[in-house]
């Protein structure tokens, strides 16, 4: 039974929160589950993220939602929260970490806050924001478009979703599976005819020579279902491809909206469907074999979505039951060295930043300037790379790592995974931008000029996610 909250205390974002409610209690030995949802649409006017220009939004298009997953077997307790969002800062995330844990006793480190990459949310941080801001200030003597602290009411909300959802917590069946989807996703690097490494090189372009790496054609799924009468009350679906393909002014959660609304016309208005997205930091979904339209409004994202919920549908009867669920997490921490700029290359991205959004500025050069300064916000010369690792069962586990990171770094950490069926999303509980490999460091390109770390970061995490998993499997 599914049921409605309204908290009229927040202001700033309407908050509706919506958890699966189990009527059942569980013995020690039992996997129970609950899932809420809320809304965390910030005010229209406010400024969106997802590109290097200032966009204000003007209407929503469909809600951005975050969806708490709260889980627990005997002593261990774990959340997870799915953000209609472009990225989680590590400030946010610490505190809605720290308000679970104050509250609820689950450890901070067994709680996953992620964020789906949508590029139609909002911008409530990094150096582009920062200097937005400060220029909206002089200009009026405050920001117009930050007439509240979203960051503030984001942590309340996220906090209030765990909260209800482990309020709910009962016993649940859990099934999961992989299914495979090679017609969506496409690696957007590619070699060209000049020696070069370019990224989104553009549609049917003759100086092409051949795509610089792969896709992740894994579609992960769990299924959470009610254990009495079988209903499915919840799903976490992942699959490594960028939320970009709506770009414009309106409020919106992407593709994993059309996703969600095809899994609830099939398995009930109460059913939530919970998105993560894999390692997808040079995977978008342009297929440049070809001149059909790809770029900007809806169809587009209806149908990846939809393709999406079609796969899924396809899965769900193939799942395996998890009939001994195992519950369990465990972290580590890895210390990225930061790349490092003169204090001439920092005069000249200040000055450069005057000229981000415009076209007196080469699209690269306005990349690295906004990089340089955003470098500055980070305090210190390593970047704290969190992973993640969750125990479903002896044969489903998950990883989660922080920024956009490249697929081959997920491929190289399931191809090492002793779990029979391994996921792993990223930009999880922070957002230091791309994560590439040591190859595409030399290869070069956007990612890698927009990227904070020293090549060699992405390595360490494959290291570290993969002593979690064996360890979680010993």
Same mark, same amino acid.
């Given at each position: 039974m599914l049921?409605?909250?309204?908290? $009229?205390?927040?202001?700033? @974002?309407? /908050?509706?929160? =919506?958890?699966?409610? !189990?009527?059942? &209690? *569980?013995?020690?030995?039992?996997?129970e589950a609950a899932v809420a949802v809320v809304d965390i649409t910030p005010p229209l006017g406010y400024r969106m993220c997802g590109y290097f220009n200032e966009r204000l939004s003007t209407g929503v298009r469909d809600p951005l939602l975050a969806k708490a997953l709260?889980?627990?077997?005997?002593?261990?307790?774990?959340?997870?929260?799915?953000?209609?969002?472009?990225?989680?800062?590590?400030?946010?995330?610490?505190?809605?970490?720290?308000a679970a844990h104050e509250k609820l006793g689950?450890?901070?480190?067994?709680?996953?806050?992620?964020?789906?990459? $949508?590029?139609?949310?909002? @911008?409530? /941080?990094?150096? =582009?924001?920062?200097? !937005?801001?400060? &220029? *909206?200030?002089?200009?009026?003597?405050?920001?117009?478009?930050e007439k509240d602290d979203y960051p503030a009411k984001l942590v309340e909300l996220l906090a209030a979703a765990i909260a209800r959802a482990h309020a709910a917590l009962g016993p649940v069946k859990l099934q999961a599976g992989l299914g495979q989807e090679t017609g969506l996703s496409f690696n957007r690097r590619f070699h060209m005819k000049d020696g070069s490494v370019v990224f989104n090189p553009g549609r049917l372009n003759p100086n092409i020579v051949r795509v610089?790496?792969?896709?992740?054609?894994?579609?992960?799924?769990?299924?959470?279902?009610?254990?009495?009468?079988?209903?499915?009350?919840?799903?976490?679906?992942?699959?490594?491809?960028?939320?970009?393909t709506l770009g414009g002014t309106l409020y919106s959660a992407d593709y994993p909206f059309h996703l969600a609304e095809s899994l609830r016309k099939d398995l009930g208005a109460g059913f939530v469907s919970m998105f993560g997205n894999g390692t997808c930091g040079d995977i978008n979904h342009i297929d440049v074999s070809t001149d059909r339209p790809q770029l900007g409004g809806g169809p587009e994202t209806r149908r990846i979505g939809e393709g999406l919920a079609a796969k899924v549908k396809a899965v769900v009867p193939k799942l395996k039951d998890q009939s001994a669920p195992r519950l369990a997490v465990q972290s580590e921490t890895v210390m990225a060295p930061l790349q490092k700029y003169s204090p001439d290359d920092l005069a000249w991205a200040k000055t450069a930043m005057e000229k981000v959004g415009t076209s007196e500025l080469s699209f690269l050069d306005q990349v690295r300037a906004y990089k340089i300064l955003d470098l500055?916000?980070?305090?210190?010369?390593?970047?704290?790379?969190?992973?993640q690792a969750f125990r479903f069962s002896d044969e489903v586990a998950l990883v989660a790592l922080p920024g956009e990171v490249f697929v081959e770094i997920g491929l190289a950490i399931k191809k090492a995974s002793p779990f029979a069926v391994t996921m792993v999303i990223e930009l999880a509980n922070d957002t230091p931008d791309y994560i590439p490999t040591k190859k595409a460091f030399a290869e070069g390109s956007y990612e890698t000029v927009n990227s904070r770390i020293q090549p060699g970061g992405g390595e360490m995490a494959v290291d570290a996610a993969v002593r979690l998993l064996k360890k979680l499997k010993e």
């Amino acid at each position: 039974m599914l049921h409605t909250i309204f908290v $009229s205390a927040v202001v700033l @974002l309407s /908050a509706v929160l =919506l958890p699966a409610m !189990l009527p059942l &209690r *569980a013995s020690a030995a039992e996997l129970e589950a609950a899932v809420a949802v809320v809304d965390i649409t910030p005010p229209l006017g406010y400024r969106m993220c997802g590109y290097f220009n200032e966009r204000l939004s003007t209407g929503v298009r469909d809600p951005l939602l975050a969806k708490a997953l709260v889980l627990r077997q005997g002593d261990c307790q774990a959340a997870m929260v799915f953000c209609d969002l472009v990225g989680l800062t590590r400030d946010v995330t610490d505190r809605t970490r720290k308000a679970a844990h104050e509250k609820l006793g689950i450890p901070a480190e067994n709680v996953l806050l992620a964020a789906t990459h $949508s590029h139609t949310g909002p @911008l409530y /941080a990094g150096a =582009l924001r920062e200097f !937005l801001h400060e &220029r *909206a200030v002089k200009k009026h003597g405050t920001d117009p478009c930050e007439k509240d602290d979203y960051p503030a009411k984001l942590v309340e909300l996220l906090a209030a979703a765990i909260a209800r959802a482990h309020a709910a917590l009962g016993p649940v069946k859990l099934q999961a599976g992989l299914g495979q989807e090679t017609g969506l996703s496409f690696n957007r690097r590619f070699h060209m005819k000049d020696g070069s490494v370019v990224f989104n090189p553009g549609r049917l372009n003759p100086n092409i020579v051949r795509v610089a790496g792969p896709i992740d054609p894994d579609l992960g799924l769990l299924l959470f279902r009610h254990p009495a009468d079988g209903r499915a009350i919840a799903s976490l679906t992942v699959f490594a491809l960028h939320l970009d393909t709506l770009g414009g002014t309106l409020y919106s959660a992407d593709y994993p909206f059309h996703l969600a609304e095809s899994l609830r016309k099939d398995l009930g208005a109460g059913f939530v469907s919970m998105f993560g997205n894999g390692t997808c930091g040079d995977i978008n979904h342009i297929d440049v074999s070809t001149d059909r339209p790809q770029l900007g409004g809806g169809p587009e994202t209806r149908r990846i979505g939809e393709g999406l919920a079609a796969k899924v549908k396809a899965v769900v009867p193939k799942l395996k039951d998890q009939s001994a669920p195992r519950l369990a997490v465990q972290s580590e921490t890895v210390m990225a060295p930061l790349q490092k700029y003169s204090p001439d290359d920092l005069a000249w991205a200040k000055t450069a930043m005057e000229k981000v959004g415009t076209s007196e500025l080469s699209f690269l050069d306005q990349v690295r300037a906004y990089k340089i300064l955003d470098l500055q916000l980070r305090k210190g010369d390593l970047l704290p790379i969190e992973v993640q690792a969750f125990r479903f069962s002896d044969e489903v586990a998950l990883v989660a790592l922080p920024g956009e990171v490249f697929v081959e770094i997920g491929l190289a950490i399931k191809k090492a995974s002793p779990f029979a069926v391994t996921m792993v999303i990223e930009l999880a509980n922070d957002t230091p931008d791309y994560i590439p490999t040591k190859k595409a460091f030399a290869e070069g390109s956007y990612e890698t000029v927009n990227s904070r770390i020293q090549p060699g970061g992405g390595e360490m995490a494959v290291d570290a996610a993969v002593r979690l998993l064996k360890k979680l499997k010993e």
